[in-house]
């Protein structure tokens, strides 16, 4: 059965700075790989979808990366802000998706 | 379009009640998974359907727990009796892909279940 872990399971970082958040999986046979971010009380937003042939997708100041070979994929978040501060999951797909427990997000002002 | 639609957003209820939940997929997907959210167990699949039927149910915790979804815009999770043990966010998604579990997944905003 797939396996996905996310490391740290929370990080606080002063405003201004670039962080990189960690998702390592064991099965490399996936087709793609998505990243979400998740606001208290709230539902699961879609951030990236890094298909199984690509190595990285950008959007804004989010830069996601995969290594299927190595069952890795890193969100880099560029100038960190107060608002970037949430739970950021990623989910390898299979044959269904596969979550990690997620990474907190605290960017201090 | 308005996205993934749950309902109720909070529910408040006393054990041995029946509690249904109510999701509205994206118009055009064809699958639809329910999951529930705790924080001791994180993100867990209970079920999902494609093209309206269901292909796994193995994450619905036991009997007490069914889920159906009659046509492609309407699907229901059905807790009865409830526990609570069952107090969690429940959270409805969908995602089409050309009959392969690989496009984008788009979450609902939840429906927060509290059993008394």
């Known amino acids: 059965k797939q396996e996905v872990t996310q490391i740290p399971a929370a990080l606080s970082v002063p405003e201004g700075e670039n962080l990189v958040l960690n998702c390592s999986f064991t099965d490399s046979a996936i087709y793609n790989l998505q990243w979400f971010r998740q606001d208290p009380g709230k539902g699961l937003t879609s951030l990236l979808l890094?298909?199984?042939?690509?190595r990285e997708q950008t959007s804004g100041r989010l830069n996601a990366s995969l290594d299927k070979s190595s069952g890795r994929s890193t969100l880099y978040i560029a100038a960190s802000q107060p608002g970037d501060s949430a739970t950021y999951l990623c989910a390898v797909v299979g044959n269904q998706f596969y979550f990690g427990t997620g990474t907190s997000l605290t960017v201090i002002p | 379009d308005a996205g993934v639609i749950q309902s109720p957003r909070h529910e408040v209820t006393e054990m041995g009640q029946e509690v249904t939940l109510r999701c509205k997929p994206i118009?055009?997907?064809?699958?639809l998974f329910w999951y529930r959210q705790t924080m001791m167990r994180g993100l867990e699949l209970l079920i999902y359907f494609n093209n309206n039927v269901p292909i796994d149910d193995s994450g619905m915790p036991e009997d007490r727990f069914s889920a159906k979804m009659p046509n492609a815009s309407f699907s229901t999770l059905k807790i009865q009796p409830s526990e609570p043990r069952d107090s969690a966010v429940y959270f409805c998604?969908?995602?089409?892909?050309?009959?392969?579990?690989?496009?984008?997944?788009?979450f609902g905003e939840g429906s927060r279940l509290t059993v008394l």
């Open positions: 890094i298909q199984s042939s690509q």
């Open positions: 118009s055009g997907h064809d699958y």
């Open positions: 998604a969908s995602s089409s892909n050309r009959g392969r579990v690989t496009g984008e997944l788009f």
